[in-house]
């Protein structure tokens, strides 16, 4: 069985500061990562995703993550926050072959202050 | 092209009702699935539905039941309402079932159970 663990449910960053959600997973067969946003009253949006090949993965509106096999984690980063960046972020994972059908993490929220 | 919707966007029941919930899906899209996002949790995959067949299913208890139509949009029906079903319901589609994760989510329906 697989699953997503994203240390911290609540992260506040100063505007201009760096963002670090962090995401471990567990799967018994190579996975697909996902990060999605979640902005207020809305649905999820995908920001980045690693099927295979590099493991620096760029996504939307400057995020980007690194795939580390050894560590099982998928850390998104973001050099600079804005402050249309509040809002719920998920790390999900899928399993090959298990056809779209993905295990979210509990989300992390992040807070932006001026 | 047009997004995917879901109706109603939010709606009020008494523990014992049954709800449908519907979702049409992007534009191209012939697969849906479903997903349970309770307050301050990450979403949880009720079941996906590829050319009106049941492809996959997470650990609901069979009183949460689904269906696509033909046009590939689909209901979520939902008996015996209990407490704990209140939460978004989250609905999203895909070009395929084949594990690329890119889902693309509507806004979701909000039930509340009282």
Known sequence: AQSVTQLGSHVSVSEGALVLLRCNYSSSVPPYLFWYVQYPNQGLQLLLKYTTGATLVKGINGFEAEFKKSETSFHLTKPSAHMSDAAEYFCAVSEVAAGNKLTFGGGTRVLVKP | ?114
Do not use: M
């Open chain 2, 1 to 114: 092209e047009t997004g995917v919707t879901q109706s109603p966007t939010h709606l009020i029941k008494t523990r014992g009702q049954q709800v449908t919930l519907r979702c049409s899906s992007q534009s191209g899209h012939n697969t849906v699935s479903w997903y349970q996002q309770a307050l301050g949790q990450g979403p949880q995959f009720i079941f996906q539905y590829y050319r009106e067949e049941e492809n996959g299913r997470g650990n609901f208890p069979p009183r949460f039941s689904g269906l696509q139509f033909p046009n590939y949009s689909s209901e979520l029906n939902v008996n015996a309402l209990e407490l704990d079903d209140s939460a978004l319901y989250l609905c999203a589609s895909s070009g395929q079932p084949a594990n690329t994760g890119e889902l693309f989510f509507g806004e979701g329906s909000r039930l509340t159970v009282l």
